[in-house]
């Protein structure tokens, strides 16, 4: 199926990269004997208007869908410039890898939820992080506001304002960024958060990013290609929004999620994280702001792990990365869905509503049995 759009334009060609270097041994994806159709699926977009998934992706800039359903690859779907061995930027998505070896560090006790950051990395002790915790971090509650705005003008992506000068890379904006509320308090989307708990990773292993995500999960969760990470021009990785990996990668780790942090019958991320980002705790849905393009004002809906969940009932989970990037996990249902896209801005409120409806349609008509 071909829909006639380009691809992206690929990270790499805006900066430098470190390879997340896959493994000797490949998790299949198991295709079912007969893929399901899917595409004339009808739901609402944010207007209401009536629509079906086919025409839905191809006027929203889609590049690829892969859908598992109880174990089985039942749809896959590339627009004409990209295929499956194609690095697609995952944005944001990055953060849910990040949390991810943050949590093997703390089950190997390299990691404390509980720590304040500056005892691994010392010279945050003068920076508004300090008496940060890990775990606030995790949850974006730290105090220090920060945004994907002032990671790229630090990465020399954009153009600072003259009047306000911008640090020289992402460690040292960190270092400057102020605190400007209590750590521990209302949840609101830091970037800067992720990053510091990627620099964490880096100082407690000793290894740069790329090094980290592949042992910790590429490999383990049996990647088929290499991923990578963009730097910034002093070598540090964008943390929180630099990864690429292909469509069916990506179906990979939304898969490792879904079977509670196991592939192929071995543990990569501690079950009990995975549990505890499906269904999370009253501190964390009371500290949630509904702070999603207002999509996610509603009860049983928060952020945790670096995580949106969209229903703490179901375990119903959200990866998300600017400009239509998902991976959708619902545990009842057993369907993880993949979606790669390159919209031309990357927070769009109706076209993400759209894909929720989407979303939704789509396991309504899968598991119905399950709702």
Known sequence: MMMGQKAPLFLRELAG??????????????????????????FKDASGTSTCLGDYMQANDTDGLLVMHEGQNITEFYADS????????????????????VAVLIQR???????????????????????????????????????????AQAMRWSQ???????????????????????????FKYRAGDTDVLG?????????????????????????????????????????????????????????????????????VVPAAFVHDTRHGNEDVLQAFSGNFFGLLDS????????????DEKRGTILMYGAGGNFIYTDPP????????????????????QGWFNALEAVRAKLAPQTL
């Open 299 to 310: 009860p049983g809906k928060m952020y945790h792990n670096q995580t949106w969940n969209l």
């Open 109 to 151: 006790k390299q990691l404390d939820m509980d720590t304040p950051v500056e005892q691994y990395m010392p010279e945050l002790k003068n920076s508004g992080y300090a008496g940060a915790t890990v775990g606030q971090l995790l949850d974006m509650r730290s105090g220090v506001s920060s945004s994907m705005i002032l990671t």
């Open 199 to 267: 620099c964490l990773c880096e100082a407690v292993t000793g290894k740069p990013m790329g090094e980290v995500i592949s042992e910790l999960i590429w490999q383990p969760m049996g990647a088929q290609q290499d991923a990578e990470i963009v730097v910034d021009q002093k070598r540090t990785p964008m943390y929180s929004g630099g990864m690429s990996a292909t469509l069916r990668d990506a179906a990979r780790f939304g898969c490792l999620w879904l079977n509670d942090g196991s592939s192929d019958g071995k543990e």
């Open 333 to 352: 249902a057993q369907l993880v869905c993949t979606v790669q896209s390159h919209w031309p801005g990357p927070f769009m409120p109706d076209r993400v």
């Open 17 to 42: 990269t470190q390879r997340i270097g896959r493994g000797e041994t490949v998790s299949p994806l198991s295709d079912a004997n007969q893929p399901t159709d899917l595409m004339g699926i009808t």
């Open 160 to 186: 600072p304002d003259p009047a306000k000068p911008v640090a020289d890379g992402i460690k040292a904006l960190l270092l400057t960024l102020p605190k400007d509320t209590e750590h521990g308090g209302k």
């Open 82 to 101: 990209i295929n499956p061995s194609t690095s697609h930027g995952i944005a944001s998505i990055t953060r849910n890898f990040i949390a991810s070896c």
